[in-house]
């Protein structure tokens, strides 16, 4: 009975197109190790544990002025989550490198491109969800603690919730910058396919222009690290008071951190077709 | 042929049997060699070397100040838009600006004073805006606007001086030479809590004391002012600092700022020591007058101009600074620091973290470790030679790439038009061979992270989070100050705090920012905690080595 129900399942699978099967075993791959669930359930940990420190900490006493942005100063522990992100997506593909996986991967499923295709649907995907529990989470710690800190709506400050049209930007679109970050660093390390010097270039692209930024004291410098750079660009999306003064809107900063992952996973896909696994 | 033979039995007598005996010296040698002949190892020193040195040069040179003079005039770069830059007896870069009565005093002599009042005023600002310009100065005082009793070498910006005097925060205090702060009787000014003042003066050696009642007087200070001459100025000043309001808005902070000015009301002045009836003469020493006068200064009784004489009461007002000046935009000209130009050195660490992670995570991969522990059983003793040799390349690779750096920062620095503030040469040292060192530390605990974990993503992550994260999230202001100073002061990101070249002056307001040159440690406490935290690794790294089979 159970032989019979054995053979019949690989006839199945290979009927399915071969994209499907792809994202199947790619899918499989990730949930049978153990390592992803970790880095996932760290990504949330990570992200809420940092928001609430932050926002815990931050008081607006009676009688200052306090220039600070809720919604922003909520999604503080992003800052952390994406690197937990980005490692999680560089092992994704260096550990089929390190273990040599990547030759079985490939005998199985020849077309690359589709098994590149598969890995960033299913490490995104898990990572979208990841980061839309984050995000809730942190959402949630603003809107419980922030008021109680001085601020109130009473002193201009709004307030941190999904349905003030601002912060549900900030939410989502921090949910999609997780998910960009995934993909940037897919790309490279589909490029470099080491998983040390991986994490350690993209750690690198997404510290290192803010590391510049601080030490910029041109402004001309700041306004086009603040426009161009993936990180700096990206995290406008978090931004809900002060939006005009922007050097680059919300979504033109998210869409600047597209246009980097893209070009990115592009370079990833053309070198893994063209060199030898 | 005979070269074969020879190495044999020399690689056997030598190397091995030495490690067998349990040499240490060996050891190192193996790992060292270990290091050098793979080459993606020593190609990321050399562009972690890159790295810092580049990323450094674009933090020094990247600003470009230009000001125009007059409405029409030239637009001019550079350093021709810099002030005069007074120093300070001790060579460092001041301000040195307020309004001066004074009368010489030659030889030794006292000076008393009777504070009656002490008001100010600054410039409105608003949340989110800078002075509005035309406003007028609203009530109020700065934390260091102070107004007092001076004795001063001269009328020349930047002459040695030492005051006693009452300041808007901070209660009375004794200051000397610009960097010299003593703290006196705490409090406000009022009439009922009355403040004396007094200065002596002996050969070189001037007094400072204060007294609530003019008869009991308590000592707050003494200093020497060497090279004193004869006949020096005495008086009364008074000055306030740029009233800035900060606001860190998360991802960028302005400062915006406005003049302030304070005015003192003395009574009871008795000199001791001058010619009797000798006359009170007013001079803005750097444009101190009072805010809204020009540079020229004021004259004596003559209204806003800043100093009054009616019955034995002086009214005296001045704006500006007597202190040392500090990196950060409130000095009125860009400053900057040597440590800027090592700004790449954290860009440099990330690539020295990968490769110490993987000098002991490669061994792992390659099954390497099973040849290593088998030659040299004692597990510790092979993690320490791994740690050093890596610390101590990245120490080479540090200190090459922080001297270049310095040294051309420098030069562009001075060449833009930025005023590069001067640090004693042992200060200049200690922050290049620090830097080298908190790379080196930094690869140590790399390498010690890669033995526990075993996976050199996971230590690289591990590594660089907790040592660039905080110093970036707290330069960026992403966190409120206060969270922002405990990151800087318990994770190992404290270690930069080496870094820093001019001291935390407490009668300066600053705000901690380690992008202009601020930490909450003092330099070698904030390496000691990363040395800590590299030490606990490294405890943490044999114990598990020990443990586990390889």
Redesign the interface.
Known sequence: MSATVQAHRPDQVSRAAPQVNALHAEWTKLRTTSGPGWLLLGTVALTIGVSV??VG??HCPAGM?C???PT??SL?GI??GQ??V??LA??TI?NEY?TGMIRVTFTAMPRRDVVFAAKAIVVVGLVLVAGALAVLGSVVAGHLILPGHGFTAARGFHAVSLAYGPTLRAAVGSVLYLGLIALLSLGLAAMIRD??????AV??VL??F?????????T???RRL?RWTPTVAG?TIQ?TT?VRGLAISPWGGLGVLALWAGVALLAGGIVLRLRDA | MTADTRSIPRSGAGAGAAAARGGFGPLLHSEWTKFRTVRGWVIGMVVAAILTVFVGLFAAGNANSSCQNSPNGPVLSGKACLPYIPHGPGGEVVSDSFNFAHQPLTGNGTITVRVLSFTGAHANITNGHGAEVGSSLVPGLAAWSKVGIIIKQSLHQGSAYAAMMVTGGHGVRMQYDYTGDTAGLPGKVSAANPRWLRLTRSGDTITGYDSTDGTHWTRVGTVTLTGLPATVQAGLFATSPAYTVTNSSFGGNSNNGGPSQATGVFGDLTVSGTAAGAKWADVAVGGGGPVGTGPGGSSAGSGPAGFTEAGGTYTLTGSGDIAPVTPGPDSGFPTATIEQSLAGAFIGLIAIVVVAAMFFTAEYRRGLIRTTLAATPRRGAVLAAKAIVAGGVAFVTGLVAGTVAVAVGVHLENSNGQVVLPVPALTEIRVVVGTAAVLAIAAVFAVALGAVLRRSAAAVTIAIVTVVLPFLLVALNAFPPGVGDWLLRLTPAAGLAIEQSIPNYPQVASTINPAVGYYPTPPFAGFAVLCAWAAAALVLAVCVLRRRDA
């Open positions: 420190a932050a900490a931050t002025q220039a600070v942005d922003k100063l503080t800052q952390f690197a937990v980005a490692l560089v092992l260096c390190s998983s040390a010097v991986s994490i350690g750690l690198a510290y290192l803010p590391i510049i930024l601080a030490f910029a004291t041109s001309t410098w700041q603040e995290l931004a002060g």
